[in-house]
């Protein structure tokens, strides 16, 4: 590790300590600051056009608040945030946008988020006490470089978006980024490569030539999987590479960013058999002190694996952030909400009533929402988490899934979508039974299936792989499963037809748990863990 990483690290460790010091001193507070942030929050969308449109009055308090402004969703600012980005001008808040970030729901549309000074300022706050907490529970990190995982976006989007939306450290005030890329292992840079295919290429090249790497964070485990996978699929180019310093036949498509160089990664590269083998990364980042990533619900099994590759490293979960904000955030091994940021109420999640955070009850499942610097004002996400037992005041939860549909690795399949699939599809006299989402598709990686029923005498090899074309480019049309597709994360979708496929499904469901009266065909289900043996040979062979 060089000087200027060391310096680095100590600097931002003193940077980012009043955060969390803020944190820590108002645990005991909760009611007093959530209110103070609603009411900087009113002031500024008084000032906006929209908010004046809108009636909002900086003088609301809490219970004004809640009762005039109706719950919301994207749909509800959608027209306010196109104008915002055909004017350049803020229209939702009084606050400077500094960029707009896609993500998606539901529908093949996409959403851009408007990360403006004020939103950005929050998410400095939370991320300040993460980051602070990290360095006092793994204090070893801070001797070797880190890697933040860049906010992947799809190839064919990079021309409508700027150079800095793909990296997570802009997220962080100006100093704090600062001093953070004097740790990074892998220049922010390359995520201005011609495709994602070539900026992951260059991810894994400088990172595979830096034995001082010491952190890795990435949201999805099997993210940081397809990380190790790639290495070992493209193991012969990375020697070449690392070993002359150059990228060869991508050079072209590398924006001007020069290739890392490094004998000794080249030997081992080249010395590999490629497989998932723990002692070669051991020995390749013999100073990898933690990884972070998402731990729970449908990701835990796939953190466990990302672990058991990694075994020198302690883990870290992820909590849970979103584009359109944070509510939860790893801290003192807990998961507490990140209350000195944005403005949060919840539903309950069995009766729908909607509660402020100082009201919550340890065991309730709850939904949050979120009113932001971005402008999004009692924005309804699509999360159930479980409130645990509080730090201080402050609630602390876990996540238990979302409501909506399914997500494997970050792709947000809804049932909406997954019945529009069906919907579009030429079944040649075959029945569809649902979509199925797998832990283990083909490959024994996650992806999805079609389920279809069909004759005896149905040429079901050639019926099997025209619907799994047809339902592969319906899905490719949604955004976060296109980004899992270009990102290797999901297989291709299959499909399985059999004679007695309904009835399959209906005994696996049994098996799962479910009463027989409550059985029904859905658009859409997610089968967490090994596939059925049926199934299971049947994807074997597709």
Same mark, same amino acid.
């Given at each position: ?139 070893k990190q801070s001797s070797g470089t880190h890697y933040w995982s860049l906010s992947w976006v799809p190839t064919e989007m990079r021309a409508q978006t700027t ?25 922010q840079e390359i995520a201005l490569a011609e495709t994602s295919e070539d900026s992951l290429f260059a991810t894994i090249a400088w990172l595979a030539s830096d ?43 590398? &924006?001007g960013q020069p290739c890392p160089t490094s004998p000794r990664a080249a030997r081992m590269l080249r010395g590999w058999d490629g497989q998932m083998d723990p &002692? ?173 029923? =069909? ?53 696996? =469901? ?33």
């Amino acid at each position: 590790m060089g000087v200027g990483t060391s310096f680095g690290h100590q600097l931002l460790r003193a940077l980012v300590a009043p955060g969390r010091r803020r944190f820590e001193r108002h645990l005991n507070d909760l009611e007093g600051v959530q209110r103070a942030r609603l009411a900087r929050w009113l002031a500024a969308a008084a000032r906006s056009p929209e908010g004046q449109r809108r009636g909002i009055r900086a003088d609301w308090s809490w219970e004004t608040f809640a009762s005039e402004l109706p719950v919301s969703n994207y749909a509800d600012h959608a027209e306010v945030i196109t104008r915002q980005r055909e004017l350049q001008q803020p229209l939702l808040i009084d606050s400077p946008v500094m960029r707009y970030q896609p993500t998606s729901g539901s529908t093949s549309a996409v959403k851009w988020v408007p990360y403006t000074k004020l939103f950005l300022e929050e998410f400095d706050e939370v991320i300040s006490a993460w980051v602070s907490d990290l360095y006092r529970q793994f204090p070893k990190q801070s001797s070797g470089t880190h890697y933040w995982s860049l906010s992947w976006v799809p190839t064919e989007m990079r021309a409508q978006t700027t150079g800095d939306l793909n990296d997570d450290m802009q997220l962080l005030s100006w100093g704090k980024r600062l001093l953070a890329y004097l740790t990074q292992a892998a220049p922010q840079e390359i995520a201005l490569a011609e495709t994602s295919e070539d900026s992951l290429f260059a991810t894994i090249a400088w990172l595979a030539s830096d034995s001082s790497l010491g952190f890795i964070s990435v949201w999805s485990p099997t993210f940081g999987l397809g990380l190790l996978e790639q290495m070992a699929s493209w193991r012969e180019e990375l020697a070449t590479a690392l070993s002359r310093g150059d990228w060869g036949a991508r050079t072209a498509r590398m &924006a001007g960013q020069p290739c890392p160089t490094s004998p000794r990664a080249a030997r081992m590269l080249r010395g590999w058999d490629g497989q998932m083998d723990p &002692a070669f990364f051991q020995q390749l980042w013999p100073r990898l002190n933690v990884v972070s990533a998402w731990d729970t619900a449908a990701a835990a099994p796939w953190a466990r694996q990302l672990q058991t590759l990694l075994p020198q490293a302690g883990f870290q979960g992820k909590g849970l952030w979103a584009t359109e904000g944070v509510v939860t955030f790893p801290f003192q091994g807990r998961y507490p909400l990140a209350y000195m940021s944005h403005v949060y109420e919840f539903i309950d999640a069995h009766d729908g009533r909607v509660l402020p955070p100082w009201a919550l009850r340890e065991g309730q499942d709850v939904i949050p929402l979120l009113t932001t610097g971005s402008g999004l004002a009692r924005y309804q996400m699509s999360d159930v988490l479980r409130v645990d037992a509080p730090l201080g005041q402050v609630p602390c939860f876990t996540f238990l899934g979302r409501n909506d549909g399914v997500d494997l690795v970050g792709e947000k399949t809804s049932a909406t979508t997954a019945q529009a699939v069906l919907d579009g599809l030429q079944l040649q006299g075959a029945l569809p039974v649902t979509l199925l989402a797998l832990d283990e598709a083909r490959g024994r990686t996650p992806g999805y299936a079609l389920l279809v029923e =069909c004759a005896a005498d149905a040429p079901r090899g050639a019926l099997q792989r025209d619907l799994a074309d047809q339902v592969e480019k319906a899905l490719q049309g949604h955004f976060h499963y296109k980004l899992a597709r270009d990102l290797g994360q999901l297989q291709p979708a299959a499909c399985v037809a059999l004679p007695r496929m309904r009835d399959l499904y209906l005994a696996q =469901c049994r098996e799962r748990g479910m009463i027989e009266g409550n059985i029904k065909i859905e658009p859409l289900r997610h089968w967490s863990g090994a596939a059925p043996a049926p199934l299971r040979q049947a994807l074997d062979v597709v």
